[in-house]
């Protein structure tokens, strides 16, 4: 038997990180229970082919994981794009980047976020004073084009004043979503995937299950203001968290931008 070395360690800590990645995609997708399916049926194939050697099960199994792989695939190709998205995502190598350059800018970056964090909160304190519902979903690593496509296109810079009349109960996108990518209004009135988690409290709406149902199926950030109570929620990595303040928003939102 080979000893245990740096070379065996170093295995396990690469299987052991992409399963770490897989089961937090899957959690915050609402799949958590698929995962932990298909990681039962590989340890059962592996103790009856590997361990025990159980050649006609082994047999079965084999076969039925050749042709599995595939259907795997396919049922879970947006969690395996997500999953690739944020294995080469640079905010990961951000250490890297950062070891070869000084940090000098960072006023200017502050007043950058301020720019456009702060607009989208003053018109998220307007709407939820006026009980005026709104969905707003902000652009993360993973692009949202195929969700613009749904609404209509704006591109324009982000503005409370806009967003207010975007989401007025007369105009005809405020039903919508509206989603901002590269600090820009992209477009509203965007349909969005509901979430189907039964965990989800009764007094949430469509707009708060289509907030949370985006935030599982990419790593995009939304922000709910319910129609109903006038309180604000924020939707992110597949959780979702009611009744912020404009102290609670702006900090969450800034948060994103220091991630980037």
């Known amino acids: 038997m080979a000893p245990f070395g740096i070379k065996y360690a170093l295995d396990i800590f690469i299987v052991a990180l ?11 997708s609402g799949t958590i229970n698929i995962f932990f399916g298909v990681l039962a049926f590989i340890i059962v194939w592996v103790v009856a082919s590997e361990i025990l050697e159980m050649r006609l099960i082994g047999t079965i199994l084999d076969k039925v994981m050749s042709i599995g792989l595939i259907i795997l695939v396919i049922l879970f190709q947006d969690q395996i794009k997500r999953f690739l998205v944020e294995l080469g995502n640079h905010k990961r190598w951000r250490f890297l980047r950062d070891l070869f350059r000084h940090h000098r800018g960072d006023k200017s970056n502050d007043a950058d976020t301020r720019r456009w964090v702060m607009p989208i909160v003053y018109a998220c304190m307007s709407m939820s004073k006026a009980k005026t519902g709104a969905l707003i979903v902000i652009e993360q690593s993973i692009p949202l084009e195929n969700y613009e496509k749904t609404g209509d296109m704006i591109d324009s810079a982000i503005n409370s004043r806009l967003i207010e009349n975007i989401f007025f109960k007369n105009s ?3 039903d919508g979503a509206m989603i901002i990518a590269h600090e820009r209004i992209k477009a509203a009135g965007c349909i969005l995937p509901v979430s189907h988690d039964t965990n989800i409290p009764r007094s949430m709406g469509l707009r708060h299950r289509s907030a949370l149902g985006i935030s599982q199926a990419t790593d995009a950030a939304a922000i709910v203001v319910s129609e109903e109570t006038g309180g604000i929620s924020f939707a992110y990595r597949g959780s979702i968290v009611s009744r912020l303040s404009s102290t609670d928003l702006e900090h969450r939102l800034s948060q994103l931008v220091a991630n980037e």
């Not at 992409?18 to 915050?28: C, G, P, S, T």
Request: hydrophobic letters at 50%.
């Open 18 to 28: 992409l399963l770490f990645y897989l089961y937090r995609i899957m959690k915050e």
């Open 172 to 174: 005809p996108l405020h």
